[in-house]
């Protein structure tokens, strides 16, 4: 069974602050795609990484594939109340098209202003 | 900017009774999923469909679920007799067949209650 593990489960911050969701497996994925889901919506695809090692930024959203594609980062720099949110990580095992995505449990971030 | 949308947003439905979901995958994707989250559970894979038929499905995804693409816009999730264990936000997502193929989106899915 493939797991992935997100922490902290939640995260309460003040507006301004920095903070990093973390998402750890035992297992390789081939690439591995970050999430934002608001109450009674659908997952929103934040981005996706696939190669070891990888930084992509997004405004001040910086995500990071491990090295060994077993873990990834999420880092929000001088956070605001509109990240507020569930953050959640997904996994693709296979390096191909149609492969279903492995969850974690999701990070629930709540920025005070 | 291309979505995946899903009808209806929320059912509600009788135990026993079959139910079908409906979603719009985004046109030029031949890659479509469905995926269930129990409230406050993880988002869980059910199957996925490539070219007319099943290319992969879970454990949950017994012989009460089956999946169509009647047409060539709408792909559907159907229920045959519905459990009080069914109730759950089911997720729609499609992906495409190119250099972002692991990169799928998802629809704002449908919650079903089931009574």
């Known amino acids: 069974t493939q797991l992935l593990e997100q922490s902290p489960q939640f995260l309460s911050i003040q507006e301004g602050e920095n903070l990093t969701v973390y998402c750890n497996s035992s297992?390789?994925?081939?690439?591995l795609q970050w999430y934002r889901q608001e109450p009674g919506e659908g997952p929103v695809l934040l981005v996706t990484?696939?190669?070891?090692?990888e930084v992509k930024k997004l405004k001040r959203l910086t995500f990071q594939f491990g090295d060994a594609r077993k873990d990834s980062s999420l880092h929000i720099t001088a956070a605001q109340p509109g990240d507020t949110g569930l953050y959640l990580c997904?996994?693709?095992?296979?390096?191909?098209?149609?492969?279903?995505?492995?969850f974690g449990g999701g990070t629930r971030v709540l920025v005070k202003p | 900017e291309p979505e995946v949308t899903q009808t209806p947003s929320h059912q509600v439905t009788q135990m026993g009774q079959e139910v079908i979901l409906r979603c719009v995958p985004i046109?030029?994707?031949?890659?479509f999923y469905w995926y269930r989250q129990i409230l406050g559970q993880k988002v869980e894979f059910l199957v996925s469909?490539?070219?007319?038929?099943?290319?992969?499905k879970s454990e949950i995804f017994d012989d009460q679920f089956s999946v169509e693409r009647p047409d060539g816009s709408n792909f559907t999730l159907k229920i045959r007799s519905t459990k009080l264990e069914d109730s759950a936000m089911y997720f729609c997502?499609?992906?495409?067949?190119?250099?972002?193929?692991?990169?799928?989106?998802f629809g704002p899915g449908t919650r079903l209650t089931v009574l």
């Open positions: 046109s030029n994707h031949l890659y």
């Open positions: 997904a996994g693709s095992m296979i390096k191909a098209a149609g492969n279903k995505l492995t």
């Open positions: 297992s390789v994925f081939s690439s």
């Open positions: 990484v696939v190669t070891g090692g």
């Open positions: 469909f490539y070219n007319n038929e099943i290319s992969e």
């Open positions: 997502a499609s992906s495409e067949n190119g250099p972002s193929y692991n990169e799928q989106f």
